[in-house]
């Protein structure tokens, strides 16, 4: 299977501040990639689809202003929580698919104090 | 748009017992069901999936059935070891739109 990386991993950040997140293609190339939230014992929210050289397609309801994503490359997607606040502590995962298939990276725990 | 039911929300079995996990989507424009393991604190691992064009697909104790005309799919285990222990997820999509829309989740615990 195909190699999806995070990093961080885990990351503790005071409300206010933001945080940027990284997804890495590391055996392919993606021009698009998601990004996924979770929520502990739920499933997986779509946030948004992250597009190569173009703008992220955002899902309903999620602020496009408050969660920035790049794709500045062929294997980097970035997303970035501005201003982060106490619910916005959640599991992030990101995704790529090479060949139809999504495979996911192993998430980035974010607890905002 | 898709939606996609998941049952059991828990399942247990006993360790080399056989674990069924179903799955129902309402859009018929689907046409690809992979299925995910989700240990704790880890990203989702894909274990199998199927595309619309198969009824069936097996890769050693597990196996995907789907039913197009029901519109559900199955996830079956067998012969259960305590490292199956996880959450499993079941998902659909469209060819072509690419976004995954996912069940509930089923967390499945093998007892020794």
């Known amino acids: 299977g195909a190699v999806v990386s995070q990093h961080p991993s885990w990351v503790i950040c005071k409300s206010g501040t933001s945080v940027k997140i990284e997804c890495r293609s590391l055996?392919?190339?993606?021009?698009?990639m998601f990004w996924y939230r979770q929520f502990p014992k739920q499933s997986l929210m779509l946030m948004a689809t992250?597009?190569?050289?173009?703008?992220?397609?955002?899902e309903q309801g999620v602020e496009k202003d408050k969660f920035l994503i790049n794709h500045a490359s062929l294997t980097l997607s970035t997303l970035t929580v501005t201003s982060a606040h106490p619910e916005d502590s959640s599991f992030y995962i990101c995704?790529?698919?090479?060949?139809?298939?999504?495979?996911f990276g192993p998430g980035t725990r974010l607890l905002v104090l | 748009g898709e939606n996609v039911e998941q049952h059991p929300s828990t399942l247990s079995v006993q360790e080399g017992d056989s674990a069924v996990i179903k799955c129902t989507y309402s859009?018929?424009?689907?046409?690809?069901f992979p299925w995910y393991k989700q240990e704790l604190g880890k990203g989702p691992q894909l274990i199998i999936d199927?595309?619309?064009?198969?009824g069936e697909k097996k890769d050693q104790r597990i196996a995907v059935t789907l039913n197009k005309t029901a519109k559900h799919f199955s996830l079956h285990i067998t012969e259960t070891q305590p490292e199956d222990s996880a959450v499993y997820f079941c998902?659909?999509?469209?060819?072509?739109?690419?976004?995954?829309?996912f069940g509930q989740g089923t967390r499945l615990t093998i007892n020794p």
């Open positions: 995704s790529a698919e090479p060949r139809e298939t999504q495979y």
């Open positions: 055996d392919f190339q993606a021009t698009t």
């Open positions: 992250s597009n190569e050289g173009s703008k992220a397609t955002y």
């Open positions: 859009d018929s424009a689907s046409n690809y």
């Open positions: 199927i595309r619309s064009n198969v």
């Open positions: 998902a659909a999509s469209r060819r072509g739109a690419q976004k995954l829309v």
